[in-house]
T-cell receptor
């Protein structure tokens, strides 16, 4: 059965801290891994990763995929209160995305 | 640009009542359409997907059904709601059957509470 596991389940940090969110997966016919940020309603797309070892970066956020070890990390540096959200990891399997349960991040000012 | 509309935003329905949630996409043609459900504290579970008009695939057996009467319209329905149908329902679209070529974009969601 396809499985995507995210850790930690929740995290509280202070503004300025750096956080690392983890996503491990067991999916047959892996194609890509995606990260989404969900604040209140619609998840918004952050990154799509298809190749191992290539870091994707957008501002203070970055992500990398390790296909040999079947995991990905999402880093957020110099966190801000606006980073507070649920971060979802999803793995593409054919026509669909298999989602993890998410990591709830709260950044305190 | 493409936009996705989903309504209503919140809904409170009694057990046994019918359900109809609607989702429409603008600015693209022949999108792949998806219905997901998110239970509290859980990830998104795919319920249905559609690659074209009248083509619906169901992922999990349940009390719900989906229809695609027009190219950019996707409807989630139930004849009789159960308490377990409560949750956050998200409609999504992508431009390609292979998500690697086009990530999924989500609507704002419908918070359904069955009482």
């Amino acid at each position: 059965e396809d499985k995507v596991v995210q850790s930690p389940l929740s995290l509280v940090v202070h503004e300025g801290d750096t956080v690392t969110l983890n996503c491990s997966y067991e999916v047959t016919n892996f194609r890509s891994l995606l990260w989404y940020k969900q604040e209140k309603k619609a998840p918004t797309f952050l990154f799509m990763l298809t190749s191992s070892g290539i870091e994707k970066k957008s501002g203070r956020l970055s992500s990398i995929l390790d296909k040999k070890e079947f995991f990905s990390i999402l880093n957020i540096t110099a966190t801000q209160t606006g980073d507070s959200a649920v971060y979802l990891c999803a793995v593409e399997r054919g026509y669909k995305l298999v989602f993890g349960a998410g990591t709830i991040l709260r950044v305190k000012s | 640009s493409q936009t996705i509309h989903q309504w209503p935003a919140t809904l409170v329905q009694p057990v046994g009542s019918p359900l109809s949630l609607e989702c429409t996409v603008e600015g693209t043609s022949n999108p792949n359409l998806y219905w997901y459900r998110q239970a509290a504290g859980r990830g998104l579970q795919l319920l249905f997907y559609s690659v074209g008009i009248g083509q619906i695939s169901s992922e999990v057996p349940q009390n719900l059904s989906a229809s695609r009467p027009q190219d950019r319209q996707f409807i989630l329905s139930s004849k009789k709601l159960l308490l377990s149908d409560s949750g956050f329902y998200l409609c999504a679209w992508s431009g390609d059957a292979q998500i690697t070529k086009s990530e999924a974009f989500f609507g704002q969601g419908t918070r359904l509470t069955v009482v």
